[in-house]
């Protein structure tokens, strides 16, 4: 079995911070893709940023230059480091990772999710 389990989410002024982390367990041979996608109320699930296991960062347009995704492979962890939050950022954010299993198999997991809302 496989896991993810995300932490770090909360409520934040307009301009605030927040860092989610996401951490894999479970029987786990490699990772390839972590990442972070986000559903806001009445919207589709959208991509926030990936990091592939050659370390290339891919980001949506509307959080690039404030949030900064790393990733820490010694600890199957990886993180989101979000700044200058806006209140188009409030939504449910869910990590996201593509795992080859120690039995061969291959297949994309999903955290719990963890909600950000950013209001004054």
């Known amino acids: 079995q496989v896991r993810l389990v995300e932490s770090g989410g909360g409520s934040v002024q307009p301009g605030g911070s927040l860092r989610l982390s996401c951490a894999a367990s479970?029987?786990?041979?490699?990772?390839?893709?972590m990442g972070w996608y986000r559903q806001a109320p009445g919207k589709e699930r959208e991509l926030v940023a990936t990091?592939?296991?050659?370390?290339?960062?891919t980001y949506v347009d509307s959080v690039k230059g404030r949030f900064t995704i790393s990733r820490d492979n010694a600890e199957n962890t990886v993180y989101l480091q979000m700044n200058n939050l806006k209140p188009e950022d409030t939504a449910v954010y869910y990590c996201?990772?593509?795992?080859?299993?120690?039995?061969?198999?291959?297949?994309?997991?999903w955290g719990q999710g963890t909600q950000v809302t950013v209001s004054s």
């Open positions: 996201y990772a593509r795992i080859t299993s120690r039995f061969g198999y291959t297949n994309n997991y």
């Open positions: 479970g029987s786990i041979f490699s990772i390839n893709t």
């Open positions: 990091f592939t296991s050659t370390r290339s960062t």
